[in-house]
Nanobody, 127 residues
Framework: QVHLVESGGGPVQAGDSLRLSCAASGRTYVMYAVGWFRQAPGKEREFVGGISWSGSNTACVDSVKGRFTISRRNGGNWVYLQMNSLKPEDTAVYFC????????????????????WGQGTQVTVSS
């Protein structure tokens, strides 16, 4: 079992930056990929980006590419979503999720592939 807790969300102005953190505990010796998802009111949960267990493979979707980056450290137990140049359309609850990958340098873009989820952190961007 891997327990995930997100933090770092809050209200910001358009153009501001935020760094979301995802802290993992439990069976963290198991290799797992991490994905970041977000869900805006009335919309489906969408994939934002992912990072492989070692951190060597990471990317974000086109809508946030160039503004958001994902990284991990401390043996991979902390994963970050750095969000710059925030826009009102980035307003959502952001979730991190972990998936067992058995050593493969991959991450998944589909929510169903993930085994564990955090509770989410709200990001609100005002214009």
């Amino acid at each position: 079992q891997v327990h995930l807790v997100e933090s770092g969300g809050g209200p910001v102005q358009a153009g501001d930056s935020l760094r979301l953190s995802c802290a993992a505990s439990g069976r963290t010796y198991v290799m797992y990929a991490v994905g970041w998802f977000r869900q805006a009111p009335g919309k489906e949960r969408e994939f934002v980006g992912g990072i492989s267990w070692s951190g060597s493979n990471t990317a974000c979707v086109d809508s946030v590419k160039g503004r958001f980056t994902i990284s991990r450290r401390n043996g991979g137990n902390w994963v970050y979503l750095q969000m710059n140049s925030l826009k009102p359309e980035d307003t959502a609850v952001y979730f991190c999720a972990a998936a067992h990958v058995q050593g493969r340098e991959v991450y998944y873009s589909t929510a169903a592939e993930y085994d564990y989820w955090g509770q989410g952190t709200q990001v609100t961007v005002s214009s």
